[in-house]
């Protein structure tokens, strides 16, 4: 039988694996070893069986455990990496979140090595995997482009009506059996078992306003939303009170402020969410229509069914659930040209984090256009 003491792990101690089991560690210790045989023998170029160098394995192979850490510290006890997660670490690597043992963020370099290492695990799990953020070693820059002002409003006026059916008297009967269809597919059962009841609950839910809502204000990073909590919300002063454990890469509560429009929605969803049997075990604010929580997966799929709604055009930019925090980040900085209060909001650990928000709004841009075509006509 096999003693838990004599599991060793080539390029990283025991310590490191803690927070698996002994059966965890067992398995994981087998898929590393798998995985530093192929990166040896045919990582670099898997068609050529072009392996990388003995000198380059330890860099590349501490680096996608660094990724499987990041994980399991956010209760994710995976053996394999998914795509979605491999997102969360990047997202991460671009918010300053993941940062080396002194505490200080990556330098850009690094942080593209870490997306080539994780390259090199999906090429290993065959997995296809496009990053939401590429690196170089120029200045940082957005692999997603903000919403403007006129899109953020549009995101929320189109989630009070997101998959909203008509008025269920006011369709003839052709009419209710093709929404029904639709429903049925929306809701996950069968249409015969669509009631008037799934019909009045949609027509008025508050659920998705309140969490587009509360996404415009604080510019969530994904993997938080899904973290959130009833306790953490005092809407009796317009904030919400995220703790320390909760906060994605801190150690410090944080208390996000709150509009008024989104205290209101928040309010109305928590009437709704008293009443819905699927919150009865948990404390979650919002879950999915499966009973899960939001990711990044299923909150970019929200984002693009909205987007598609309010006929926003993406016009070559890449709009991901990131453009909401961008365009926050953004405008805070052009109201008040401030950094720090840019790093507050959107809980930057640094200044230089959040520098990259301190750029034109698409308005600013446009106005300074139209500004210098006012000479004499010619």
Do not use: C
């Not at 795509?83 to 670490?89: G, K, N, S, V």
């Not at 065959?126 to 903000?146: A, V």
């Not at 249409?191 to 510019?219: H, N, Y």
């Not at 926003?312 to 925090?325: D, P, V």
């Amino acid at each position: 039988m096999r003693e838990e003491s004599e599991i060793e792990f080539e390029f990283f101690s025991e310590e490191s694996v803690s927070s698996l089991n002994f059966q965890q560690k067992v398995l994981y210790s087998e898929h590393w070893e798998q995985l530093l045989e192929w990166l040896r023998t045919e990582g670099k170029e898997p068609e050529n069986n072009v392996g990388y160098k003995e000198s380059n394995v330890r860099p590349v192979a501490r680096r996608i455990h660094q990724s499987f850490n990041y994980a399991w510290e956010r209760d994710h006890l995976v053996l394999d990496l998914t795509p979605e997660l491999a997102d969360q670490f990047v997202d991460g690597l671009q918010e300053d979140d993941v940062t080396t043992k002194s505490g200080k963020p990556y330098e850009e370099n690094s942080k593209r090595k870490f997306v080539n290492a994780l390259q090199a695990y999906f090429r290993f799990t065959e997995q296809d995997w496009d990053p939401t953020t590429s690196f170089s070693d120029e200045p940082p820059s957005f692999n997603s482009d903000p919403f403007n002002r006129r899109e953020r409003e549009l995101l929320l006026n189109t989630s009070l009506e997101y998959r909203s059916p008509p008025t269920y008297s006011n369709l003839s009967p052709e009419e209710r059996d093709r929404w029904k269809a639709y429903l049925a597919q929306f809701l996950g059962k069968p249409k015969a078992e669509v009631t008037r009841i799934d019909w009045e609950e949609l027509r008025q839910s508050w659920k998705i306003p309140a969490l587009i809502s509360t996404a415009l204000d604080a510019g969530w990073r994904a993997e938080i939303v899904g973290r959130l909590e009833t306790g953490h919300l005092d809407l009796a002063n317009d904030q919400i009170i995220v703790p320390a454990e909760v906060a994605v890469k801190n150690d410090k509560k944080w208390e996000v402020a709150l509009s008024n429009r989104a205290t209101k929605l928040l309010e109305k969803w928590l009437d709704q969410r008293s009443n819905k049997m699927k919150y009865d075990d948990s404390d979650k604010i919002w879950l999915n229509r499966r009973g899960n929580t939001y990711d990044s997966g299923n909150l970019n799929t929200l984002l693009s069914n909205l987007i598609e709604e309010a006929g926003i055009e993406a016009n070559g930019r890449k709009l991901t659930w990131h453009s909401i925090r961008h365009s926050t980040g953004m405008y805070v900085y052009e109201r008040e040209r401030d950094l720090g209060l840019v790093a507050n909001i959107l809980r930057h650990k640094s200044l230089e984090s959040a520098r990259k928000y301190a750029h034109p709004t698409p308005e600013t841009k446009q106005e300074v256009i139209e500004g210098i075509q006012g000479g004499a006509p010619v």
